[in-house]
């Protein structure tokens, strides 16, 4: 299935016109648990779990006045090669983005925090970390100044995690 055809059949699930809708949208579906939305998304994107952050670059960036950009998945995946332990029990990710970075982690016992600044990537990561039933804190703040608006709780389910607003 070609990306836009995949774009619009998200767009289907989430029950959206316009991705500009989407981050809003994201937000409502992984504080309410929506695990039936979760079951549907996987079933069209299969193993391409980061597939919004496709569609995010694609139709929500803001390249021009925030110089927004996504880190490719190849660099993802080396990143995660050269940073690999064996005895990592915590995982940061300043500057998180969609997850792309901790996406390509193994997240089975261990914890992730993630600091992010961008509203509209935040409810994505989230999402996203959700589908890979992580356990953790994410920020949404700036790092740099240490000013966050919130703070969200990941915990581990039986499929998915579930997110809590702290």
């Keep these: 299935m070609e990306f836009k055809d995949r774009a619009e059949k998200v767009k289907e699930i989430f029950n959206i016109t316009s991705f500009d809708e989407m981050p809003e949208k994201l937000m409502e579906i992984v504080l309410n648990n929506d695990t039936k939305i979760y079951d549907d998304y996987l079933a069209i994107v ?35 090669v050269l940073t690999n332990r064996d005895n990592e029990k915590t995982i940061y990710d300043l500057c998180s983005g969609t997850g792309s970075l ?14 992010e600044l961008n509203t509209f990537t935040i ?29 969200y709780l990941l915990l581990c389910g039986e499929k998915y995690a579930r997110c809590e607003k702290a």
């Design 123 to 151: 409810s994505t990561l989230l999402f996203n970390l959700v589908l890979k039933n992580a356990e953790g804190i994410i920020i949404e703040g700036d790092a740099l100044t240490n000013e966050n608006k919130n703070i």
């Design 46 to 80: 299969e193993e391409d779990i980061n597939f919004l952050q496709s569609i995010y670059q694609y139709y929500l960036s803001d390249r021009e006045e925030l110089k927004q950009d996504f880190t490719p998945t190849s660099l993802s995946k080396l990143c995660n």
């Design 102 to 115: 901790t996406l390509q982690k193994e997240l089975k016992d261990k914890e992730i925090i993630c600091h």
